[in-house]
């Protein structure tokens, strides 16, 4: 049977029942949607039909147009005809759609072209287009206001956030709830009722009984474009569709059903949306990984882990394991510290319960899978090891001793170390093949990213159940090389360094800051940044990257500074801000002797900052960026260059909008990118930092021949 199709069954009862089948979730294909105009004029044309039953094949309605679509050189035709909404709607046969699973995106405007929806408890319903950098294309801005108001509609399109179906049956989007062994004959039922004149057959598209009145829904789109302004103010997409739900509610459907194509038209041609529809396959790709995931292995199962250390991020490690189902060992040196860090587990399940993302009955069966040790005697039983304790070198290496004899010999032994060669780590047992870093990001049960560092001795099998284990405690796992910083930490080495050369050029920290956060998007500036993480930390972790990568590194004195005046950040109240008792960042006068010294230590006085904008800004700051990860791409670090995106986005907060950090080089070229390295390379030789800027050999070769980045050194990148 085709793979993209629309079965067609008629029931002794006279009902058409319309199959969407396109797995794995129904995904709206043209194909499936040329089927369905078919099957629709079949239906309508069919003498033994009276009414029409629209189901999706496995459970599943349809997760909405197929994304894959919008990801090809020559994006959907929009012009092409879309009747068979209308044909659902306003057709000579009445439709209800039957929905369990899912109804997102195209396929709940699809249901909600139905003229009755009909779904299983916990259904999934939503318009996640704004995700994708478009909006709803097939009528979602105009049904869904009217089958459940403006403001709901609004909120639900804005925020792209499914409902559940019981809340869609109080909200009006629902018709009747139903167990899955009902729902056919349910919808059916229902089908033959407004055939024969016993329901009302109402047209979503021309209600307006649920619509706020004229007044408060022009105030209601004003606020909405507002917040839309001020929260998003780089996307464009979410204004068009506000604009295009005004139409319809100031002229009616029909005129808003215009207004919505044009829009939609228009948003995918904007460069945010090849950026999200890039980043949407790019996240669920990193979990493909060459030479691992298609070596023919099967992934062992973690059952039972320990996790070394009940410290911040042990504590988070412990806590994302135990919801994800797994049981957890957390060892500790006394119990003083044990007794701490089951308590940071328990904080952290409070916080979810108090957030209502959980209730207090799972998270004290949670709880139940957690227990604390102060020995390796139960280690023989852990399928996994996560070491979470102080970065101290020798004290890792003999930890891993003590765990290989301690576990079994199938046991994995991984290290959260951030700033440790993982090789270096395992130097003192017998077994590398079993050693893999598990980089987790702070905190580590909220951040979405999982750096899985390997060595070239750690074996594949280990690799894949390491990506399993990433998987099901719902992280987002990257597995990368091991190098100084791994990918995230280390393309990012350069992005404080070169903000800290423009502050010694002479420009203001406060102004560096908002053109990063503000004009660029990231959710705050390297200085910001500086002052939450500690410049301790950022001077600690700094020295790994002037060692190992001397010939392209700046060294910012300012940090050094601030270290030797306990400045560190949020944690002392100041740094490159002051903090109040609420810890509220503004801008310090006290800064300025620092800055002033810094400057004159630095050896740039007297050379002209080669920036006057905030784009010059961005560009100083992120292409070196960009080239550090080209360097990375180039050594093979990563699999493919899309993880790198996924990891800069999921880790560093890099806009999704922009599409990941070497997306977004392709989109603004190669070839302005490796220009302007050059051109500073130039400016600051006589600063002996034009190794700062050289462009790499990667960057360089693509720059000059032309091709994208993310196309990858290797056979060409699937993304
Ligand atoms: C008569 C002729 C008509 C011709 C018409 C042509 C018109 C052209 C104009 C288009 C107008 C479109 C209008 C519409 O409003 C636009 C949309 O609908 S955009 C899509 C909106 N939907 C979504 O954003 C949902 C995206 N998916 C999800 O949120 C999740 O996948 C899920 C459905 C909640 C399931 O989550 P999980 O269980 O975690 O699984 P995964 O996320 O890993 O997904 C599994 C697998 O499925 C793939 N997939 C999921 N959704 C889609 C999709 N919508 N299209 C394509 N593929 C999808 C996903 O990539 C995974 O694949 P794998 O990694 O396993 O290969």
């Not at 891993?400 to 047992?429: M, Q, R, W």
């Not at 200085?527 to 002037?546: C, E, P, Q, T, Y």
């Not at 392709?666 to 130039?682: E, F, S, T, Y």
Request: charged share 20%; with cysteine; proline share 6%.
């Amino acid at each position: 049977m085709p793979t993209r199709t629309v079965t067609y069954d008629v029931t002794p009862e006279g009902v058409a029942v319309l199959t969407l089948t396109h797995p794995p979730v129904n995904a709206l294909h043209p194909e499936v949607l040329q089927a369905l105009f078919r099957a629709l004029r079949q239906a309508h044309a069919d003498a033994n039909v009276k009414a029409i039953v629209l189901v999706g094949a496995k459970d599943r309605f349809s997760a909405g147009f197929d994304v894959s679509e919008f990801a090809k050189a020559q994006p959907p035709d929009t012009t092409i005809n879309q009747h068979f909404c209308e044909l659902l709607e306003s057709g000579p046969k009445p439709s209800v759609a039957a929905v369990s699973g899912m109804a997102l995106g195209g396929g709940l405007e699809v249901a909600m072209a139905c003229n009755a929806r009909i779904a299983t408890p916990g259904a999934q319903l939503g318009l996640p287009e704004l995700t994708l950098g478009i909006l709803p294309g097939f009528g979602g801005t105009q049904r869904l206001p009217r089958l459940v108001g403006l403001q709901k509609g609004v909120q639900m399109i804005l925020t792209s956030k499914p409902i559940k179906s019981q809340e869609g049956l109080k909200a009006g989007l629902v018709d009747a709830v139903v167990e899955p062994g009902k729902l056919l004959q349910t919808a059916k039922q229902w089908a033959l009722d407004i055939a024969a004149g016993l329901r009302h057959r109402p047209f979503s598209l021309f209600r307006t009984n649920r619509l706020e009145p004229l007044g408060e829904a022009s105030m209601i789109l004003d606020f909405a474009t507002a917040q839309a302004e001020k929260r998003a103010a780089h996307l464009v997409h979410p204004l068009l569709c506000l604009d295009a739900i005004r139409t319809g509610v100031q002229s009616g459907g029909l005129a808003g059903l215009k207004a919505e194509n044009a829009a939609f038209s228009k948003a995918q041609t904007l460069d945010q949306h090849k950026a999200l529809v890039h980043i949407f396959f790019a996240q669920r790709s990193t979990k493909r990984v060459k030479g691992i995931t298609d070596a023919g292995l099967k992934p062992r199962s973690m059952k039972k882990i320990a996790v070394l250390g009940g410290g911040l991020m042990g504590s988070g490690i412990a806590t994302a394991s135990i919801l994800a189902g797994i049981d957890v060992l957390l060892k500790e040196i006394n119990q003083k510290f044990l007794d701490a860090g089951v308590g940071r587990v328990k904080a952290n399940l409070a916080s979810r319960v108090k957030k209502g993302s959980m209730t207090q009955q799972a998270a004290d069966s949670a709880l139940q899978r957690l227990k604390g040790t102060l020995d390796y005697n139960d280690f023989k039983s852990v399928d996994l090891v996560i070491e979470a304790a102080v970065e101290n070198v020798k004290l890792k290496q003999q930890i891993f001793a003590d765990l290989e004899k301690a576990c079994s010999p199938h046991t994995i032994l991984s290290t959260n170390t951030s700033t440790i060669d993982i090789s270096v780590v395992g130097a003192k047992t017998s077994c590398p093949d079993r050693i893999i870093g598990a980089h987790f990001f702070s905190p580590a049960h909220i951040m979405p990213l999982l750096e899985i560092v390997r060595t070239d001795k750690t074996s594949k099998q280990v690799v894949l159940d390491t990506l399993e284990y990433g998987s099901k405690i719902k992280k987002t796992p990257v597995v990368v090389g091991n190098c100084t910083g791994f990918a995230v930490n280390r393309v990012f080495f350069p992005y404080t360094q070169a903000a800290c050369m423009l502050l010694d050029l002479g420009l203001d920290p406060y102004t560096i800051d908002k053109a990063i956060a503000l004009a660029f998007g990231m959710p705050m500036g390297p200085f910001r940044l500086s002052d939450l993480v500690g410049a301790d930390i950022g001077m600690h972790v700094g020295k790994n990257f002037i060692e190992s990568f001397p010939e392209r590194v700046y060294t910012p004195h300012i940090i050094l500074a601030l270290n030797e005046q306990k400045r560190l950040g949020e944690k002392t109240g100041s740094g490159f801000y002051k903090f109040d008792a609420k810890r509220k960042a503004s801008p310090d006068a006290e800064l300025k002797p620092l800055l002033e010294a810094s400057r004159k230590a630095s050896g740039l006085a007297g050379i002209k900052p080669p920036v006057s904008s905030p784009q010059d800004i961005i560009e100083f700051i992120f292409f070196p960026v960009v080239n550090e990860g080209c360097r990375v791409i180039a050594e093979g670090i990563v699999d493919k260059p899309a993880d790198l995106d996924v990891a800069t986005v999921l880790a560093m907060g890099f806009p999704a909008y922009r599409g990941g950090l070497i997306k977004w080089a392709d989109l603004i070229g190669p070839k302005h990118v490796a220009g302007r390295l050059n051109a500073w390379a130039k400016h600051f030789e006589g600063a002996k930092l034009a190794g700062f800027f050289k462009p790499c050999d990667y960057l360089a070769k693509v720059a000059q021949e032309g091709g994208s980045l993310g196309a990858g050194v290797g056979p060409k990148s699937s993304l």
